[in-house]
């Protein structure tokens, strides 16, 4: 199993910034993708950012040029570095991790807890 623990996320004034970590613990043996999500209230989840294997980021239409996804594969850890930040940002945001695993080289595909991030106006 892959488990993805999240943190950063808080209450922030419009304008400001937070920077979001997943880290991926397990019987990991590659990460191909890594990504954020955000689900608001009532609405369905939507990508925020990805990151390959290999650096190619993309980033939702909304957030580019605010928001910089970034990957240590050495701590297998995936970052969202959020700047002026918008009350339409609030959600809560769920980082995604897929890959393979154990020794048959299985594929995964793993889902943090969430973690709420609020921006007030």
């Known amino acids: 199993q892959v488990h993805l623990v999240e943190s950063g996320g808080g209450l922030v004034q419009a304008g400001g910034s937070l920077r979001l970590s997943c880290a991926a613990s397990?019987?990991?043996?590659?990460?191909?993708?890594m990504g954020w999500y955000r689900q608001a209230p009532g609405k369905q989840r939507e990508l925020v950012a990805g990151?390959?294997?290999?650096?190619?980021?993309n980033y939702a239409d909304s957030v580019k040029g605010r928001f910089t996804i970034s990957r240590d594969n050495a701590k297998n850890t995936v970052y969202l570095q959020m700047n002026t930040l918008k009350p339409e940002d609030t959600a809560v945001y769920y980082c995604?991790?897929?890959?393979?695993?154990?020794?048959?080289?299985?594929?995964?595909?793993?889902w943090g807890q969430g973690t709420q991030v609020t921006v007030s106006s």
């Open positions: 397990g019987m990991i043996i590659s990460i191909n993708t």
């Open positions: 995604n991790v897929r890959g393979l695993y154990e020794r048959l080289s299985k594929s995964f595909d793993s």
């Open positions: 990151i390959s294997s290999g650096g190619s980021t």
